[in-house]
């Protein structure tokens, strides 16, 4: 019994988190891809990821990544070619922090639908069919809330091939961030690691939770 009601708990947590996941990467990455288009990069646009369809996005490491943590997960990156830019370094920052900047307003977003949806569960009947329908809703925009801040703050981080680690080479020499940048390919081992380990929870829980005390 201990274990089916784990098991239970484990999949009606994850059914809540879905939907606010899904919005959050797609928009992530859709964001990335446009502000990529309107410094001139028509690469996304021509590869079809300029759409909300999260089917083009998803990854399946960061799927794993999700299930693991039940917070954090990514999407497959927008493909961004910064030779169209004017000045290369300064557009991959834009390009860079136009994801978790659109996370952290979909964070807001949530919060007033939490509002907006909560209220409507506390003055629907107890138990009645309104209470069935809007307390699932506001107990999804209350993690939408919670993932999008996540996800926001966890992309900042500079371990490539984070958003992060792409804002902190656009602010270095060219050979510096070259080599920054090499490191690349064990990144995604790196943020499994820290999320198996609980040390990447120990480094966003209190950034999380303070801003998520701001917002709500």
């Given at each position: 019994m201990p274990m089916s009601f784990e098991i239970?708990?484990?999949v009606r947590e994850i059914a809540l988190l879905a939907v606010p996941l899904l919005v959050a990467?797609?928009?992530?990455?859709?964001?990335?891809?446009?502000?990529?288009?309107?410094?001139?990069?028509?690469?996304?646009?021509?590869?079809?990821r300029l759409t909300l369809n999260p089917i083009k996005h998803l990854d399946p490491m960061g799927v794993l990544a999700f299930l693991l943590t039940r917070m954090i997960g990514w999407a497959k990156?927008?493909?961004v070619d910064p030779r169209y830019f004017k000045d290369p370094a300064r557009g991959m920052i834009l390009v860079s922090v136009a994801g978790?900047?659109?996370n952290f307003l979909l964070a807001v977003a949530f919060s007033v639908l939490f509002r907006v949806t909560g209220g409507l569960a506390v003055a629907s009947e107890?138990?009645?069919?309104?209470?069935?329908?809007?307390?699932?809703l506001a107990y999804m925009c209350l993690a939408g809330v919670t993932v999008n801040l996540a996800i926001?703050?966890?992309?900042?981080?500079?371990?490539?091939?984070?958003?992060?680690?792409?804002?902190?080479?656009?602010?270095?020499?060219p050979r510096a961030a070259h080599a920054y940048?090499?490191?690349?390919?064990?990144?995604?081992?790196?943020?499994?690691?820290l999320a198996v380990t609980g040390i990447l929870g120990k480094l966003l829980f209190p950034a999380i939770l303070f801003?998520?005390?701001?917002?709500?």
């Open positions: 239970a708990s484990y990467v797609t928009f992530h990455e859709v964001a990335h891809g446009y502000v990529a288009y309107l410094l001139g990069d028509p690469t996304a646009k021509a590869a079809g990156p927008v493909p978790p900047v659109m107890a138990g009645g069919v309104g209470a069935m329908v809007w307390e699932p926001g703050l966890f992309n900042l981080l500079p371990i490539p091939p984070l958003d992060g680690s792409r804002i902190v080479a656009g602010l270095l020499p940048l090499r490191y690349e390919r064990y990144g995604f081992f790196v943020v499994i690691l801003m998520r005390g701001l917002i709500l």
